[in-house]
Each structure stands twice: as C-alpha cells, then as structure tokens.
C-alpha cells in the first residue's frame, strides 16, 4: 500500500544548531503539505505546495524555517536555527489534487536542547 | 478563515459503552469535513470524510458522523467501543474551494478503560 514516507523518526538537536526533515509523497500527488504538531494540540499547517510551487505558507516563520520541493516530488523542511520552542512532531501530508483528503506519513517527532 | 472547536479534550468511557465525540466548525463557505486518529507518536489516519451527498458516513471499523449544516456540526459516534479504540481523534474542515487548507481542531483523547 502507498504511503508518505518521512525521515528521520526522531531527531535530537541542540538549539541554534541547523535540522532538516525530508518527505516522500504517495506518487502522484501533486499536492504535499508539512504540518507543526506541538504535543496536546492540532496539527498546523505551516507550508503547502501545489507541484513545485508554495500556495500557503502564511504560517511558516520564515526567519528560520524554509521549505523547498524542487522537483515537485520529495520535500525537504528545514529549520535554522532551532529553539527550544520548536520542539514537537513534524507532519508530511499529501493529497492526489488540493481538495481531496490527505494522507499523513508517520512524522518526524523533534527535541531541541 | 475556517475554524474547528472539538468540544472535550478528554472523554474516558468502559468497554462496549456508546461513546460521542463532538466537533464544531466555523465557516462563511461550504466546507468537507473530515475526521482522523492518532495513535501515540504516529501520523494521522483518516477515519472518514463528508464531501457531498448522505450526510450520515460511516467508518469501516464501526465508527459513524453526521454532517449538520444547520447546528454547524460533524458529531462522531460508536455504538459499542473496544480498548483498541484508544487514540486522539481530530475533527478537520476544508473549504470547498480548491487549494484550501486542511485546519484541524485541537483534538479529543478518547480512552476506553476495561
């Protein structure tokens, strides 16, 4: 069965140090989105692409987090410098076209120090 | 902007109880409706959807909701719950329109005690 592959599972970084997350999407999907999960609450949606090109990313702080999906497939997430507030899970979703349902891959879960 | 309020944080209930869980939503526009669990550190999995047509959808594992346009609502129901039914269940509202986001509601922790 297709799913959304992410990577890593975990991850532990010290604050100010650089992290990055990658995502895989069910094939064909031409819509992925990263979601911010702080652990008692809704996921959020910090980014969403559409092919290669960002639709949404009013939530995203882009003083330190960036986003990129260049070849409109794999997505790569990555946060410069963490804080210790960024601590949480880190979804990847994606969806066939932006209006159907997504599907979630397992997430990234972060610790900052 | 749509928004999403789950109305208990936490429900307990026994074994083979009726459980509800409750989900509001607030939107200008006609919106899909959707509901997922989590299962401790894992994504979320699509229970079930409201997207047009009958406005009572099931789950396959037992799970049902009911669109209410008028009280703005998408209840989720079980008649009889299993231990295994244990998880965060999170309401979700998408606008109609394409390329909307998917914003969730802070989440319900059922747990089912024996």
């Known amino acids: 069965e297709a799913e959304v592959a992410q990577s890593p599972r975990y991850k532990i970084t010290e604050k100010s140090q650089a992290v990055a997350f990658w995502c895989d999407p069910i094939s064909g999907h031409a819509t992925l989105y990263w979601y911010r999960q702080i652990l008692g609450q809704g996921p959020e949606l910090l980014v969403q692409f559409q092919d290669e090109s960002v639709v949404d990313d009013s939530q995203l702080p882009k003083d330190r987090f960036s986003a990129e999906r260049l070849k409109g497939v794999d997505s790569t997430l990555k946060i410069q410098p963490a804080e210790l507030g960024d601590s949480a899970m880190y979804l990847c979703?994606?969806?066939?076209?932006?209006?159907?349902?997504?599907?979630f891959g397992q997430g990234t879960r972060l610790t900052v120090v | 902007a749509q928004s999403v309020t789950q109305l208990d944080s936490q429900v307990p209930v026994f074994e083979e109880a009726p459980v509800e869980l409750r989900c509001n939503y607030s939107?200008?526009?006609?919106?899909?409706l959707f509901w997922y669990v989590q299962y401790p550190n894992q994504g979320l999995q699509l229970l079930l959807k409201y997207l047009s047509g009958s406005t009572l959808v099931e789950s396959i594992n037992g799970f049902e909701a009911e669109f209410n346009k008028s009280q703005t609502s998408f209840h989720l129901r079980k008649p009889s719950v299993h231990i295994s039914d244990t998880a965060e269940y999170f309401c979700a509202v998408r606008k109609e329109t394409s390329g909307s986001r998917l914003t969730f509601g802070e989440g319900t922790q059922l747990t089912v005690n024996p």
């Open positions: 939107s200008s526009v006609s919106v899909y």
């Open positions: 979703a994606s969806s066939l076209l932006a209006n159907t349902e997504a599907f």
